[in-house]
């Protein structure tokens, strides 16, 4: 038992290092998930987040995609998508997906895959202000749509008008 508390103490150390090193602090966060008015809202969190873009995207999508904390609001993306990576290169964000259902072809809708994919846009583009363009890719290549419904041939922008009026910059 001593043991195994030393060894905690030992870690928590490390990590306050890491922490540290990288210029980790807590910081707030704004996901956009659907609303019952189907239009976008944030709900806001605060993450441990390094100091450096690159390595607080990660940390922001993976929180996105544990889903709203308000388990009333439904998931947008299938509840078996994983983050393979993410990449800020120029003003662009680049997400890699996958996952089952997105491998195998997402049966969905046209308005469930343009708030699954504008919310992440909308996730983006609003905690990281150098990031202007978000493209989605699929097991780590280019793909035209996940559903058929939204084009996702290029990088996208925000869109406000799937935004709550409420929450427009």
Same mark, same amino acid.
Request: aromatic share 6%; hydrophobic share 45%.
């Given at each position: 038992m001593l043991l195994a508390g030393a060894c @905690? @103490?030992?870690e928590d150390a490390s990590q306050q290092a890491i922490n540290a090193a990288n210029r980790v602090?807590?910081?707030?966060?704004?996901l956009f998930y659907e609303s019952p008015d189907m239009l976008l809202v944030p709900e806001t969190r605060n993450l441990? %987040?390094?100091e450096a873009p690159a390595g607080a995207l990660s940390i922001?999508?993976?929180e996105y995609f544990k889903g709203p904390a308000n388990q009333a609001v439904p998931? %947008?993306?299938p509840a078996? &998508?994983?983050v393979r990576g993410t990449y800020l290169v120029g003003d662009t964000a680049i997400l890699d997906l996958g996952g089952t259902t997105l491998t195998a072809g997402w049966g969905t809708g046209s308005h469930q895959e343009a708030m699954a994919v504008y919310s992440v846009v909308q996730t983006v583009t609003a905690n990281f202000a150098d990031a202007k363009r978000v493209r989605i890719l699929v097991n780590g290549t280019? &793909?035209?749509t996940l559903a058929g419904h939204v084009s996702l041939a290029r990088a996208l922008g925000p869109r406000a008008d799937v935004v709550d009026?409420?929450?427009r910059r």
């Amino acid at each position: 038992m001593l043991l195994a508390g030393a060894c @905690k @103490k030992k870690e928590d150390a490390s990590q306050q290092a890491i922490n540290a090193a990288n210029r980790v602090a807590m910081r707030q966060v704004r996901l956009f998930y659907e609303s019952p008015d189907m239009l976008l809202v944030p709900e806001t969190r605060n993450l441990p %987040l390094p100091e450096a873009p690159a390595g607080a995207l990660s940390i922001v999508i993976r929180e996105y995609f544990k889903g709203p904390a308000n388990q009333a609001v439904p998931r %947008l993306f299938p509840a078996d &998508t994983v983050v393979r990576g993410t990449y800020l290169v120029g003003d662009t964000a680049i997400l890699d997906l996958g996952g089952t259902t997105l491998t195998a072809g997402w049966g969905t809708g046209s308005h469930q895959e343009a708030m699954a994919v504008y919310s992440v846009v909308q996730t983006v583009t609003a905690n990281f202000a150098d990031a202007k363009r978000v493209r989605i890719l699929v097991n780590g290549t280019p &793909t035209e749509t996940l559903a058929g419904h939204v084009s996702l041939a290029r990088a996208l922008g925000p869109r406000a008008d799937v935004v709550d009026p409420r929450f427009r910059r």
